[in-house]
């Protein structure tokens, strides 16, 4: 299946500490929102964000795949779509990680709604922008 977002991040940090800054609560947290979030296939978790006027701020999930350091998937319900993120990391020679995002599984109604995919495309350069200060500390 073809993701209906698929974006690449790069980081000068070890592929450990972005692994950390994916499956540990505090750091998630920190460039997310807070959560209940652990890297055990089949834990069932929530991010809790602001609620908004249009959105409650709860996002529903459960972790499907955890291959340390390499590859992290979880299901992401909220607003009644459930779709599935998965992360790919890879490091380089010269220590560049690559973190590559798909995640998948939009309705055809939501993809049909204008702004809807770039809206999400913009949700998660947004947080990987906060996930890049993070492994700067």
Do not use: C
Not at 109 to 121: D, P, S, V, Y
């Amino acid at each position: 299946m073809k993701p209906d977002v698929s974006l690449d991040f790069q980081f000068t940090s070890s592929i450990e500490q972005v692994w950390k800054a994916l499956t540990e609560s505090d750091m998630l947290a920190e460039w997310i929102w807070d959560n209940d979030f652990k890297p055990v296939v089949g834990h069932k978790f929530q991010f809790r964000a602001e609620p908004s006027e249009w959105w409650d701020g709860i996002v529903d999930g459960e972790v499907l795949v955890v291959d340390e350091p390499h590859r992290l998937s979880y299901t992401w319900a909220s607003a009644g779509e459930t779709t599935t993120v998965t992360w790919t990391l890879k490091e380089d020679s010269d220590g560049t990680v690559h973190l590559h995002l798909d995640q998948s599984g939009f309705s055809d109604a939501t993809k049909a709604t204008e702004g809807a995919i770039e809206g999400a495309k913009y949700g998660w350069t947004s947080m990987a922008n906060k996930l890049e200060k993070v492994l700067a500390e």
